[in-house]
């Protein structure tokens, strides 16, 4: 008896995190249009969480079908909370957060080790950039001396209290799961990112490179989000059809 094949999801969308904007994924944008995917690029505020939330909402609800959801850093407490929406059929997370409902992001950090190069400076208003002197080191050890310093120069500060928000929703328990983790991170512990990719049950990739591994194996990145975009629906419906 013959099956009708699943078909392939068209549509993404990309989250960036802290202390970026979106124009950090234009590489992996011009991989998967090139590839006639639909993409759209959140522009977070990096106000609050509700306030990122929000902005991934708005642009999901312009797409036409089922998305992939992706995040780095921060990025991903942000899909984790907006992944719930109904548009969503994949997540991807790249070296990203992945709190549980109830958590705050800050929590992901406890009993993991230190990452003294990720240096956070943090003005009056409680705001925090990237301490300049350490932003390559700690964020961007991998790209060009070039690259470094457009990011650290064009950083945007985030409300530091999002770190205690905790997340109402975790829809990385009824989404397929993707994860990418930077085997060089210095913003986080490696360990930190396989824990949170393995409690989630996440489809696994690991690659040499530094936080930044969004702009410096972008094709790699997008290599995934392609997997993802072949496979979610069938994932999910295997899912919904086990449950």
Not at 156 to 177: C, G, L, Q, Y
């Amino acid at each position: 008896m013959s099956t009708t094949p699943t078909p392939e999801i068209t549509n993404v969308v990309l989250v960036h995190g802290a202390f970026a904007d979106g124009s950090g994924w234009r590489r992996v944008y011009d991989a998967l249009t090139a590839r006639g995917y639909r993409v759209m690029i959140v522009q977070n505020p990096l106000t609050s969480l509700e306030d990122d939330v929000a902005a991934t909402t708005r642009v999901l609800d312009l797409m036409d079908g089922p998305t992939i959801l992706v995040g780095h850093s921060w990025g991903g407490t942000v899909i984790t909370e907006a992944g719930v929406h109904p548009r969503v059929a994949g997540l991807v997370y790249v070296s990203a957060l992945a709190p549980d409902a109830g958590e705050t992001t800050g929590q992901q950090y406890e009993g993991f080790a230190p990452t003294p190069e990720f240096i956070i400076d943090t003005v009056e208003d409680g705001y925090g950039f990237l301490n300049l002197e350490k932003f390559k080191a700690g964020f961007a050890a991998d790209a060009t001396d070039e690259d470094a310093a457009f990011l650290r120069d064009s950083q945007v500060p985030i409300n530091m209290s999002v770190f205690a928000t905790p997340v109402k929703n975790a829809a990385w328990h009824d989404k397929p799961t993707w994860a990418v983790i930077a085997t060089e991170d210095k913003s986080f512990d490696p360990a930190m990112l396989r824990y949170m990719a393995e409690r989630m049950g996440a489809q696994t990739t690991r690659v040499s490179g530094s936080h930044d591994v969004y702009i410096t194996q972008s094709d790699t990145v997008a290599g995934v989000i392609v997997d993802a975009a072949r496979s979610a629906l069938a994932q999910e419906s295997l899912s919904s059809s086990t449950a």
